[in-house]
């Protein structure tokens, strides 16, 4: 097993970080790595913006779910879908003119537009990630970072074109950090098939989620009385779930105005 996928096994989320500041050298070579990744088009169709300022990682404590270590971390860095940058590049060298005069309706963002917007900045925090992790530096995401839309934009200045996918944090281990096994994933069969999509059967879910089921043996909320129940009432059915869903749909009507 070679070096990457090793790291690739073994890398797991930190959200307890040492004060060792990340260098900027180190950011460069975060945000280079990052650059680098696979991108529709070559269109790069997302911009990273990093949060220096002390006020704004606190705010983002409270606007992300109230996570303490988000104001912690040494590095933070946000991954946003990007079609505002090529919109105002197409008008700035007159495209709308130029299809009009030929005969061609001029394309304004769609739906399409930011799910490959979208896509591109994930793969670019993905990159983020390793690049990071082999230079000695853990890192997690924030999903928390499409919650609270107006909030947000006014926060970072983003237009419509242009919407908060992830957010990363990344900071150094702590030298007493325990070493810890990387949380199981689902077995393989449960999530690669050939040539066809399947679905899972009654005794298959059983047997996919077996060790959640086990793991969570009188740890279920409320009245709860299986891991679907559990995860359904602390994940799907969670107040951060609906702020997220009604954010998104703001910036989807807002992205195809």
Known sequence: MNETIKLLNNRKSLRVYSDQPVTRENIDTIIQGAMR???????????????????????????????????????????????QRW????????????????????????????????????????????????IGIGSCYIGDIMENIETHRKMFNLPNHVFPVTM??????????????????????????????????????????DHLERDSNNRFLENAKNFAQHHYLRKTDADFSEEMRRSVKVALKDWVK
């Open 168 to 209: 990363l944090c990344f900071g150094y281990f702590k030298e007493s950090y325990p070493a810890q096994t990387p949380r199981p994933r689902f077995d393989q069969k449960f999530i690669h098939f050939k040539d066809q999509y399947q679905r899972i059967s009654p005794e298959g879910f059983r047997e996919m989620f």
């Open 87 to 134: 919109e105002d590049y197409y008008k700035v060298s007159k495209v709308p003119e130029f299809c009009e005069a030929n005969g061609k309706t001029y394309a304004k963002p769609q739906e399409s537009d930011l799910m490959l917007a979208c896509c591109d900045a994930l793969i670019a925090a993905q990159q983020a990630v390793v690049v990071a992790e082999s």
């Open 37 to 83: 990744a696979p991108t529709a088009g070559n269109m790069m169709l997302y911009t990273i913006l990093e949060v220096s300022r002390q006020e704004d990682k606190d705010r983002l404590i409270e606007t992300c779910d109230d996570q303490p270590f988000i104001g912690k971390a040494p590095l933070v860095l946000i991954f946003l879908a990007d079609m």
